[in-house]
T-cell receptor, first 115, second 122 residues
């Protein structure tokens, strides 16, 4: 089945040690989003790609970066994770960013722990 | 100001009864979409139902219906005949057709409310 896949499901890293989360999609969607969701909070958009065009949210910390080498894959890099970066990271896709009636397709998320 | 407001941090309902989860929103756009997602403890976001700003009929999807009151800017989710498997976090979200700003405003991003934890009792 076509879907959005996030690996790993759980990731443990050490304070300050770079970590990369991955997302792949078989839907051939143009747009890929990364959301951060802290415990019992709403998901917060970090950035998104429209094809190769990268768009950062104004309040996304510089510590967070992203790469999209091709349509199918998108990576979230956290250069120096702090304790406050422990969260669920959700990847989502959409065919376009102009259609307000189009739902986003979400992966199962990666739960990041920082020790 | 919050774009999406869910005023009920937690709700309880008896199995087989109906429950309404509240959601109000704020936008100056004429064209927007309202969504409800379910998030079980596993973390996956499951799409439930969609309502467009121009839709005159309330959306329905099986046991889910959306009570859309545009003038009041509310989009409440109604779950009929609750089941134990409905226990989860529920998010109301809005997708706007605003202008694209390279400085950070994302055209078409989905903005979430704070969520409501629903617990279904047997």
């Amino acid at each position: 089945d076509a879907m959005v896949i996030q690996n790993p499901r759980y990731q443990v890293t050490q304070f300050g040690k770079p970590v990369t989360l991955s997302c792949s999609q078989t839907l051939n969607h143009n747009v890929m989003y990364w959301y951060q969701q802290k415990s019992s909070q709403a998901p917060k958009l970090l950035f998104h790609y429209y094809d190769k065009d990268f768009n950062n949210e104004a309040d996304t910390p510089d510590n967070f970066q992203s790469r999209r080498p091709n349509t199918s894959f998108c990576f979230l890099d956290i250069r120096s994770p702090g304790l406050g970066d422990a969260a669920m990271y959700l990847c989502a896709t959409a065919t376009t960013k102009r259609q307000v009636n189009e739902k986003l397709f979400f992966g199962s998320g990666t739960q990041l722990s920082v020790l | 100001a919050q774009k999406i407001t869910q005023t009920q941090p937690g709700m309880f309902v008896q199995e087989k009864e109906a429950v309404t989860l509240d959601c109000t929103y704020d936008t100056s756009d004429q064209s927007y979409g309202l969504f409800w997602y379910k998030q079980p403890s596993s973390g996956e976001m499951i799409f439930l139902i969609y309502q467009g700003s121009y839709d005159e009929q309330n959306a329905t999807e099986g046991r889910y219906s959306l009570n859309f009151q545009k003038a009041r800017k509310s989009a409440n989710l109604v779950i009929s005949a609750s089941q134990l498997g409905d226990s989860a976090m529920y998010f109301c979200a809005m997708r706007e057709a605003g202008p694209f700003n390279a400085g950070g405003t994302s055209y078409g991003k989905l903005t979430f409310g704070q969520g409501t934890i629903l617990t279904v009792h047997p």
